[in-house]
């Protein structure tokens, strides 16, 4: 039977052209990873923290999205192991994992020993479950399952590949949160502004809760993650904490880029038990561990030409937490349009 296969292969210490070249031989589609760069370039995110068995499951996942109907395999060899990974294509979409130590056996006997296994590994799984050193890895609930259910504190969303992960690791960046419902040019705009001045890059957040309407279904919030397409190039993270204060816990030291309306909300008792004093010392322990609140005026009523143009001196903040904001120039930053407004029109053009 004719199968297509996909294979990546990374090689952080080993070199040898020869596996190379026999290992390419085998697919339709195949990359070496030869350093760390070339890892990161390929799975659109910095993964070098990683290794070994997580490692090679996150390339072999990466290949299924690329192409879900292919035979796919991932190889890491570090200078103490190796790891491989089959994935056979849908519907089926089973894992299997073998791994051996480099350090056991001279390198060419260790190359050869991999080049036979993954020839047979072209063959299909039939012929390589009979042997017992093959673990069969069954997949976990997917990543926005495991957060619904709180298992991890968040998931990324990498458009190069239309897919979550919960890998990315959100350090130096500037967390932008927000419905996005829909996505406009004033938030790219916006965000464009908020990397000029940071000097990070601008990661969009998306909280599958929300503070006053509930939990989002999993059909919307991909919905709306399927927003952030590659062409825009933008991360957009998913998380469970609608309240400002605990999803700025989970990014210590991150910047965030809020419109004025947020900001208001920052600083309202209600979200804090009612209590100013309670407001003032958790917003105090984020200034403290490095955070910095980006605000951009916004529209008071973006349907009415009468609204005013609201900026963060509108805002009455407690002095001891002054320090935390800082407000994006209107000259540098106006956009008279929001979601709410272009949802109300689109709902008017369909009546």
């Known amino acids: 039977m004719h199968r297509q296969l996909f294979g990546v292969v990374f090689l952080s210490s ?14 339709h589609y195949f990359r070496l990873l030869e350093n760390d760069q070339q890892l990161v370039d390929f799975l659109s995110y910095d993964a070098t923290w990683l290794n070994g068995k997580p490692l090679a499951l996150e390339l072999v996942d990466t290949l299924f999205h690329l192409n879900s109907t292919a035979f796919s395999t991932a190889l890491c060899i570090d200078k ?29 006997q260790v190359l050869e020993e991999i080049y036979s296994i993954m020839e047979q590994c072209t063959q299909g799984p039939p012929k390589v479950l009979s042997d017992e050193s093959w673990q069969l890895v069954p997949f976990i609930v997917s990543p926005l399952q495991q957060l619904f259910r709180r298992d991890i ?5 990498l458009p190069k590949y239309g897919r979550l992960s919960v890998y990315p690791r959100m350090e130096q960046v500037v967390i932008f949160p927000g419905s996005f419902h829909p ?43 399927a927003q952030f397409t590659s062409e825009l190039g933008y991360y957009c993270v998913l998380t469970m904490e609608p309240l400002f204060y605990k999803k700025a816990k989970l990014f210590p030291g991150a910047f965030f880029l809020v419109g004025v309306d947020t900001a208001q909300r920052m600083v ?32 008071q009523d973006p349907s009415s030409n009468t609204g005013k143009f609201l900026t963060l001196q509108d805002i009455s903040i407690p002095w001891a ?18 979601s709410t407004w272009i949802r109300k029109q689109m709902q008017q053009e369909q009546q």
């Open 14 to 27: 080993i070199k040898d052209n020869t596996l190379v070249s026999r290992l390419s031989s085998f697919y």
């Open 80 to 108: 103490d192991s190796w790891h491989l990974v089959l994935l056979s294509p849908s519907p089926e979409t089973k894992r299997w994992y073998r791994c051996g130590k480099v350090t056991d056996s001279p390198q060419q």
């Open 153 to 157: 504190p968040y998931c990324v969303w």
């Open 183 to 225: 996505l406009h040019r004033g938030h790219l705009e916006l965000a464009k502004v908020a990397e000029q001045l940071s000097q990070r890059p601008v990661v969009f957040e998306l909280a599958v809760v929300n503070a006053d309407k509930g939990t989002q279904s999993e059909s919307e919030v991909m919905h709306r993650c």
């Open 268 to 299: 309202d008792p209600k979200y804090y038990n009612h209590s100013c004093e309670e407001m003032i010392a958790c917003l105090q322990s984020l200034m403290e561990s490095g955070t910095k609140i980006l605000v951009a005026g916004r529209l």
């Open 321 to 338: 937490i002054q320090n935390l904001f800082y407000s994006i120039p209107q000259e540098m930053f106006r956009c008279d349009i929001s």
